[in-house]
């Protein structure tokens, strides 16, 4: 009765260790294919192109929320697109200026600021309500007109 009883065991503890082993080697398929799913994934978040326009071009957003907020400024009474008024055609300021950043923080500190000399004795009113991120979108779309 007894070496029967052991022999049960035996058959028992290896099962058991099969299961194990079993077991063991599910985990490690399991973890090489969540662990290789993000690899790629990681793989291709870093292979995504950065949305930011490049230094010295506007973006089409920018542009498009100067426009709108020169239409709602008083900058119209004063510019024209085309046309010399009282201050400089956008065209013509478009035509002087790159669309760099740097031409834009500058214009964008004559808008806020105002100022004359540039285009002539006739000074531009100073605009300090206007945020200096406002100002460059306008800026950005003045430069952006052809
Ligand atoms: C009272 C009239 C007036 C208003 C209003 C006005 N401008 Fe001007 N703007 C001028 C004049 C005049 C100049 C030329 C200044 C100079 O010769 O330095 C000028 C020049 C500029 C320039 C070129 C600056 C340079 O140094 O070359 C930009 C850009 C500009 N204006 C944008 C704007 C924007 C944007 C607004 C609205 C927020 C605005 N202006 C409102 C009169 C005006």
New binding site residues.
Partial sequence: MSSFFTVEKIILAKKITMKFKFRALLFTIAFTAISGVMYTASAQTKKAPAKKAPAGKSSAADIAAGQDL?SK???L???KLDVKI???AYKD?AA??KPTDANVAL?AK??LEG??????A????A?PN?STAD?KK??RY?LSVK
């Fill in positions: 020169i400024s008083d900058c009474t004063c510019h009282i201050g400089p300021v002087k200026y214009l004559k808008v100022g004359s000399g540039v285009w002539g006739v000074p531009m009113s605009h206007l100002a306008m800026v003045i």
